[in-house]
């Protein structure tokens, strides 16, 4: 264990800040080999490959937090994190009983290839997915895989492990035909190992094809409400950017969310949840512990139609009276811990893909999404990169140019139908200056909101 050296001495400086005026302390150390390889056309190279090791002690003095990260830990990281506490004196956080527990997640496919070689099954994704297409002009191929291993000390006498790997497989196209330029990508993300050798590759390859080709020869909508059946991974964006971010509790309190818990905002059949656990390879927000030291637990954000919980840190979770959820996470060392999510996907339901589609008589099956916002007041805009008209209860022509928008309330509330069929996709999550590895995902719904097209 590649802190435990050290852990005689990590205890004797939580007790010297103790010492020191502080009524609770906590430290959390980070070791990750990490690995990032760029591939497209004219450029070969690895943009990052080293380790990134050190740690952050964080006091509370006073009702106060104060902080310190390090690279190597000595009694002046504790004076430093002491005489660095300052504020309105108001932070009271949830304490928890001693714990000691270690979760090591082992990869099915182990990473086991050089850079080289890596880079050489990139270098063949890319001209495969060239030769599926030769109005494909630009490819770029990414990669990149980390090695985590974190411990977590707490003067409540929690000391926490985790160890896993996370690794990311991802591909930009650009093609090009007359006057249309369309572009396409795809990702494949795992806490499984080596995604390559977990996932077929054949996939990346017929996925890109086919988004080229809808967005090549694709219609553009017309603008307007439609029904529509959103696919897993559109329901997953929405469920995460239109919903997830408005529960994370230090935005809920003072946002659309903050006055309606325990009250109806969809169908009793509509249930979002955020987890940091999940079966699904591409359910990549590994969160067993939180930075915090917080065992994760599945939050139920709205439960059967009505919203129900919020994400929370320690100190939300006393603010509220919320029980802790494992919400509170880093970047890495140097960064502060904010309320995030892990998992956040919608919960399947009884109908099956077809039935939705079959009730249909003129909208939309929106697949893939291709970016997104969302603002506090729950207004809400995605693009889409690959989605197909409906017409009498049948799939017909691809699209182009799409893009949906709504108000989170109101098109939770417009949820109509949701099936059996269920799918998690991976991504990164913004906030604060911060990107941590994160899950969607969710069943196939059907629900009205207004598409837009742009020629």
């Not at 959103?230 to 469920?239: C, H, M, T």
């Not at 009250?263 to 512990?289: L, N, Q």
């Amino acid at each position: 264990m590649k802190f435990r050296e050290e852990v005689y001495i990590l205890h004797e400086l939580l007790k010297k800040s103790e010492e020191l005026g502080a009524t609770f302390s906590d430290l959390r150390l980070y070791d990750v080999d990490e690995l990032s390889l760029f591939a497209s056309e004219t450029t070969r190279q690895v943009t990052s490959m080293g380790k990134d090791k050190g740690g952050s002690l964080r006091v509370l003095v006073s009702g106060n937090w104060g902080y310190a990260h390090f690279t190597k830990i000595d009694q002046e990281t504790v004076k430093t994190a002491v005489e660095s506490a300052y504020g309105d004196e108001k932070v009271n956080i949830v304490m928890l009983p001693p714990l000691h527990d270690k979760v090591v997640i082992k990869p099915k496919k182990p990473l086991t290839k050089s850079p080289e070689e890596i880079m050489g099954d990139m270098i063949k994704l890319r001209d495969d997915i060239m030769r599926a297409d030769p109005r494909i002009r630009s490819i770029n191929v990414r990669f990149t895989a980390s090695r985590i291993h974190k411990e977590y000390y707490s003067s409540e006498d929690r000391e926490i492990v985790l160890e896993y790997e996370l690794s990311n497989i991802s591909v930009r196209a650009i093609a090009r035909e007359g006057d249309v330029v369309a572009s396409a990508s795809t990702s494949m993300a795992t806490y499984l190992g080596y995604p390559l050798e977990v996932f077929d590759p054949n996939e990346i390859v017929e996925t890109i094809k086919r988004r080229i080709g809808n967005q090549l020869r694709g219609k553009v909508p017309r603008g307007g409400d439609a029904e529509v059946v959103l696919a897993p991974d559109v329901v997953g964006v929405f469920s995460h950017e239109a919903l997830g971010h408005l529960s994370e509790a230090d935005l809920a309190i003072n946002g659309i969310l903050g006055n309606l818990r325990g009250k109806k905002i969809a169908e009793e059949f509509v249930t979002v949840v955020d987890s940091g656990k999940s079966e699904y390879p591409m359910a990549h927000g590994v969160v067993p512990y939180d930075d915090e030291g917080v065992e994760s637990r599945d939050v139920k954000i709205v439960d059967r139609g009505i919203v129900s919980e919020f994400l929370v840190d320690r100190y939300y979770s006393a603010y509220l009276g919320e029980r802790p959820t494992g919400n509170a996470r880093a970047e890495d060392f140097r960064s502060p811990m904010l309320i995030r999510m892990r998992n956040t996907y919608m919960m399947p339901g009884d109908w099956n893909k077809e039935e939705l589609i079959r009730e249909i008589k003129d909208g939309y099956l929106l697949v893939s999404p291709l970016g997104g916002q969302t603002s506090p007041d729950g207004t809400f805009q995605f693009g889409i990169q690959e989605g197909y008209r409906i017409e009498k209860g049948e799939v017909t022509e691809p699209l182009r140019n799409v893009g949906i928008s709504g108000y989170t309330l109101e098109t939770l509330g417009r949820i109509s139908a949701v099936s059996k069929d269920f799918g998690m996709w991976p991504g990164y999550c913004g906030k604060g200056g911060q990107s941590v590895p994160v899950g969607t995902g969710g069943p196939y719904i059907k629900v009205k909101v207004k598409v837009g097209g742009n020629e």
